[in-house]
């Protein structure tokens, strides 16, 4: 949709970490933008170490640019 291109175009223009989430069930595309290692299944036991994930690979980024 138009609204998830814009939000995954400026979380990455503002240097946040991206983090895809499918929802219960559901499969499709990943979105451009986002890395296809940075999106995981319906697995809430694991979502605060993803976003943890998510937060040190932006800033590792944002070092080497």
């Excluded at 503002?14 to 989430?21: C, S």
């Excluded at 290692?37 to 937060?55: M, R």
């Amino acid at each position: 949709s138009p609204w998830v291109k814009w939000e995954i175009e400026e979380s990455l223009r503002q240097g946040k970490g991206l983090l895809g989430i499918r929802l219960k069930g559901a499969w499709g595309a990943v979105p451009s933008g986002i890395a296809p290692d940075a999106v995981g299944d319906w697995q809430p036991d694991k979502f605060a170490s993803w976003i943890e994930w998510a937060h040190k690979r932006s800033m590792k980024l944002r070092s080497l640019s």
